[in-house]
């Protein structure tokens, strides 16, 4: 599954199958852009590089979100400042979260209703229709992954959307914060591409906003 599919399993209201987030200034669109991104990294079709989102065309994308958004990325130049490369994410794979929620749903994990049903411009909702699916979610946020994208990059995400303390204790909670934290002295610039690079370049992105 993906990063940006955990993701809005968590930001979802279960039975109302709306997306929550208490941080004023994020939007879950903004947020599914970011962890489109990091899915991106992971699958190594993109790599961060001093300050620089540089795309590498011979990785292809499985999901065709993620082909719609690596193919932007592409075509835009070898080099696109953090900031601009999720702007363009969401931009061109628009809307970037309901295109991840009716996915997970034609896998039979949520389910697509309008509410109310017969107001025919009424919003879609998406409650959840597999618990299963949630409980490996929160399991994967509370444990950890072995994938450092996926080990941070979830609470990363999770936190800038002001729901942390809604999935952890506060011991586990403070252990995430201390992580997270932590990221702000790493190098953005890293010429290495370490995973840890990123994630501050992206943590920085999201809050400064």
Request: glycine share 6%.
């Amino acid at each position: 599954m993906l990063i940006a599919e955990h993701l809005l399993l968590l930001l979802l209201e279960p039975e109302r199958g709306r997306l929550v987030v208490h941080r004023d200034a994020t939007d879950p669109d903004h947020l599914a852009a970011a962890a489109v991104l990091l899915d991106l990294a992971e699958q190594r079709v993109i790599v961060h590089r001093k300050g620089q989102i540089v795309s590498q065309p011979r990785f292809g994308a499985g999901h065709p979100l993620l082909a719609t958004a690596a193919e932007a990325l592409a075509a835009a130049g070898p080099g696109l400042p953090l900031a601009s490369a999720l702007d363009l994410i969401e931009t061109r794979a628009r809307p970037v979260a309901r295109g991840l929620l009716d996915g997970l749903h034609r896998r039979d994990l949520l389910h697509r209703e309008r509410r109310p049903p017969w107001w025919p411009w009424a919003d879609w909702h998406y409650p959840l229709r597999s618990l299963q699916a949630r409980n490996e979610t929160l399991a994967l946020l509370r444990d950890g992954a072995r994938s450092p994208l996926r080990a941070l990059g979830l609470p990363l995400l999770i936190d800038c959307a002001g729901r942390l303390p809604d999935f952890l204790d506060a011991a586990a909670h403070a252990r995430a914060t201390e992580s997270l934290l932590a990221l702000g002295h790493r190098d953005r610039n890293d010429a290495a591409g370490h995973p840890e690079a990123l994630l501050a370049s992206l943590r920085s992105t999201l809050l400064d906003e």
